[in-house]
């Protein structure tokens, strides 16, 4: 039967325009790449480059050749709605597009659709690139969003990522070769990229903010900064970037007052930045009074929040202090994100102030607000930020009590820390966990120090294997008294050990296979 590729192409003309518009999207006019890959896809429809060889009517599958540099054997299967070419290449190729184009010359013109295509380019990327100032990083930002995000466009979760990496991906193609610029650019686009995609789903209809997806994007906005950061030559700059910065300090401004819906997100990239890249006083004091400025225009912000944060990078003890000294359990995390950021911006003695107003309320913050799954997460945090100040004995112990169980590694560090190795050992023998997490705990540093005050915490531990009365227990139990005869030795009552054996022989002279794993580890 012959191949009739015009009645497939009316057959399945949805899929085509469909995949034509995805291509669309993809493909920006404005980049020289795109351009040349669109030139190359409607030569190879106008030269007869694309030949269909044959259609398996069974499963739906038109099967082409595109004669190139190197043929590329495509497939497209109707039914799944998919396209796949053999060349290398990911995404769209020029394959991909000119067989497309092949089939849409039944439906309509291919030079009326390239027209289309090459009319919504305003200006190309690399001659915005080679301006090289915040108006035209801006300008091409802007270039490649409106192609991935036209008006009104709803978007799908899981394809928030997705538009954030194709746009990077774009953009850093055009990235300045001098490496001192290169750090400034990153940051410039992924934050433009945030606000844009931001500032799109406030103001399209059917978006809700609050879902996994978006949380995941965030994280990954976050750890981009983050890595864009650690590329900053410390303090040293170019006078020529201070545009750039100025221009950096607006979008932030922008994403924090702007946008709406979680807060707490957009004022954790607001503190990132101010903690690690804006540290001149003057600025900090002009966004200040930017920030008060607006402080009745957006319910959705808080900005007591923002002005703690200044309060603590301009080193205004007083009103830090006034601000925070009656904080309750609800303002703790507010309170926790403000350390956090004391101590990544440096400021240590308004750590110290923010930590110290919050030591009597964390035992009601971690039992009553923190939800179970999160506890253990935020004791550790706690603890790495509570490691940072000198705490006197009174309060270290309340702030060990107010951890309660998820604070036994860090409070037997505290107890090897004093040199309270007894407490240390009552402690684990309260709390019965596993010679694993013991060590874990600190336990080879106990044994050096004070051997014999964890022989009893070995009984402890052999009993309980003992009391489970199986062959495989009974060999556990052996190596927990292999170790304990190890500390005796250490501690100089190597004869004390060898009369607990005996004892613990006669105790369970009727455990036979015990007797056997006894013997088999030379204990006696």
């Known amino acids: ?109 291919v030079q009326n659709w390239s027209g289309a295509w090459r009319a919504q380019k305003s200006v190309q990327l690399k001659t915005l690139a080679d301006e090289r100032s915040p108006e035209s990083w801006q300008r091409m930002a802007d270039e490649v969003m409106k192609r991935l995000l036209p008006p009104g466009r709803v978007l799908e979760g899981y394809g928030l990522s997705a538009i954030r990496t194709d746009a990077l991906e774009r953009l850093r193609r055009h990235m300045p070769f001098e490496r001192e610029w290169q750090p400034l650019y990153k940051l410039f686009m992924e934050l433009t990229i945030l606000n844009t ?48 910065y100025d221009a950096l300090q607006q979008i932030v401004r922008s994403l924090l007052v702007e946008r709406q819906g979680l807060f707490a997100n957009r004022l954790q990239i607001y503190m990132l930045l101010w903690a690690v890249l804006f540290y001149e ?47 309750s359990v609800e303002n703790m995390y507010d309170l926790f994100e403000l350390a956090t950021f004391a101590k990544r911006a440096g400021e240590s003695s308004s750590l110290t102030t923010i930590l110290r107003a919050m030591l009597p309320l964390l035992g009601p913050f971690l039992q009553e607000v923190v939800p179970v799954t999160q506890r253990a997460q935020y004791v550790r945090n706690l603890q790495m930020l509570y490691e940072e100040i000198v705490l006197n004995e009174d309060e270290e112990a309340s702030l060990y009590s107010a951890f309660g169980m998820y604070g036994l590694q860090p409070f037997s560090f505290f107890l090897i820390k004093k040199e309270r190795y007894e407490e240390w050992a009552a402690l684990h023998q309260v709390n019965l966990s596993s010679l694993s997490y013991l060590e874990m705990c600190g336990l080879k540093d106990v044994i050096k120090e004070a051997p014999n005050t964890v022989l009893p915490l070995y009984h402890v531990y052999a009993m309980a294997e003992v009391e489970q009365k199986s062959r495989m227990n009974y060999k556990q139990a052996v190596r927990i008294w292999k170790s304990m005869r190890n500390a005796a030795k250490r501690a100089g009552k190597t004869s004390y050990f060898e009369t607990y054996m005996q004892a613990i022989r006669g105790e369970f002279k009727r455990l036979r296979a015990l007797q056997e794993e006894i013997e088999k580890g030379n204990l006696v």
């Not at 912000?301 to 309060?311: D, E, G, N, P, R």
């Open 1 to 109: 039967m012959a191949l009739s590729i015009s009645q497939l192409a009316k057959e399945h003309q949805q899929f085509i325009f469909t995949k034509l518009k995805e291509a669309e999207q993809h493909l920006h006019p404005s980049s020289t790449e795109d351009e040349e890959l669109v030139r190359r896809a409607v030569f190879s429809v106008r030269n007869k480059s694309v030949a269909f060889e044959r259609f398996n009517p069974t499963t739906s599958t038109l099967y082409a050749v595109v004669q190139d540099v190197r043929p590329a054997s495509l497939e497209i299967d109707f039914a799944r709605e998919t396209l796949t070419c053999s060349c290398p290449q990911t995404n769209w190729c020029r394959h991909k597009l000119g067989t497309l184009l092949a089939l849409y010359q039944y439906l309509d013109s």
């Open 197 to 244: 995609i931001w500032r799109h789903l406030n103001e399209t209809a059917g978006h809700s903010l609050d879902t996994p997806y978006m949380k995941y994007f965030i994280e990954q906005c976050i750890h981009g900064i983050e890595d864009t950061f650690s590329e900053f030559n410390a303090r040293s700059r170019l006078f020529a970037t201070d545009p750039f």
């Open 281 to 327: 006083k003057p600025r900090r004091e002009q966004e200040l009074a930017a920030i008060l400025a607006l402080e009745d225009e957006n319910a959705d912000v808080s900005f007591h929040a923002i002005k703690l944060m200044f309060y603590v990078l301009l080193q205004k003890e007083n009103l830090l202090i006034e601000s925070i000294t009656n904080s």
